[in-house]
């Protein structure tokens, strides 16, 4: 079965960087999208950013645009979200998921998730 892994998050300042990490494990992902969310108490669960696997397409949400990458190690079989120059509304829990079909990649419909793991910007 399909396991994701997050890791990498953590307590940093204002305009200060984080990379975060997601180990896919289980499956093929050759034809998947790979997408972050992020969340908040209280909040519901929202898009973040996502890459098409084979072809590597990027799709972000307006506020990452511009300071967050995502990216992917078809060898490893990891995906990466790097973050620049972060801000305190950033705060949240990201969650790493995959979805098997390239549709809706924005929304909530994926197949996968991992446990999260908590980023907290500091002002």
């Known amino acids: 079965q399909v396991q994701l892994v997050e890791s990498g998050g953590g307590l940093v300042q204002a305009g200060g960087s984080l990379r975060l990490s997601c180990a896919a494990s289980?499956?093929?992902?050759?034809?998947?999208?790979m997408g972050w969310f992020r969340q908040t108490p209280g909040k519901e669960r929202e898009f973040v950013a996502a890459?098409?696997?084979?072809?590597?397409?990027?799709y972000y949400t307006d506020s990452v645009e511009g300071r967050f990458t995502i990216s992917r190690d078809n060898t490893k079989n990891m995906v990466y979200l790097q973050m620049n120059n972060l801000r305190p509304e950033d705060t949240a829990v990201y969650y790493c998921?995959?979805?098997?079909?390239?549709?809706?990649?924005?929304?909530?419909?994926?197949?996968?998730w991992g446990q999260g793991t908590q980023v907290t910007v500091s002002s």
């Open positions: 998921a995959a979805k098997r079909t390239i549709s809706a990649v924005t929304s909530r419909s994926y197949n996968y």
């Open positions: 289980g499956g093929t992902f050759s034809g998947a999208v």
């Open positions: 890459i098409t696997w084979r072809t590597e397409r990027t």
